[in-house]
């Protein structure tokens, strides 16, 4: 399985505190919002480096393991308040009912946080990538945009109007309060 990530930390055979001492340092050199994929074989990282998310504020996005192998993504966060700009919102409880009607839900997270849980019917274009895909999307429908917390997703909306798409609007507060299903696309 391949899955993009921005940066690659190799820590198989260390074991703990190891692969956290190499994590942070690896955190440090990115930038927010990046995502970094750690390798390990130490069992123990499941619960070391979600922990340590938890307590710095990092977005543990989930793991995989192949071969012997434990494949973890970890979102770079900075857990201040954003102040949201983007006037048109619609709350998580509304949206499924608006796509339903032929609105599109376009998710604007990176594809490592789409394929371990996403809203079915989705669509995902990375928000680093959405000025270069533009044409995946139809103007003339409405277009609900969602991310992890609504930062993205706004700033997301606000490229889409500044481009010409009239009916959009940010998922507010978004998937990190998302109560449905999710799907996973490993």
Not at 79 to 97: C, G, Y
Not at 144 to 159: N, P, W
């Amino acid at each position: 399985m391949s899955i993009k990530a921005h940066v690659q930390l190799d820590c198989t055979g260390l074991s703990c505190p190891m692969p956290i001492v190499k994590t942070k340092k690896a955190m440090e050199g990115i930038e927010e919002g990046q995502v970094l994929e750690v390798k390990a074989t130490d069992k123990g990282s499941i619960a070391d480096l979600k922990a340590w998310c938890d307590s710095v504020g990092h977005q543990y996005i989930g793991m995989f393991e192949e071969n012997g192998v434990l494949f973890h993504y970890i979102r770079k966060c900075n857990e201040q308040v954003v102040e949201k700009k983007f006037e048109h919102t619609i709350s998580n409880d509304e949206v499924l009912s608006r796509v339903k009607n032929g609105g599109i839900l376009l998710d604007v997270r990176e594809e490592v946080e789409y394929a371990f849980g996403h809203i079915e019917g989705s669509i995902s274009i990375p928000m680093g990538e959405l000025e270069d895909r533009l044409d995946e999307l139809d103007k003339d429908k409405e277009i609900y945009v969602i991310c992890r917390t609504g930062t993205r997703s706004d700033l997301a909306a606000q490229k889409l109007v500044e481009k010409g798409f009239t009916k959009v609007y940010n998922v507010l507060p978004g998937m990190s309060a998302w109560k449905g299903d999710l799907i996973k696309k490993l």
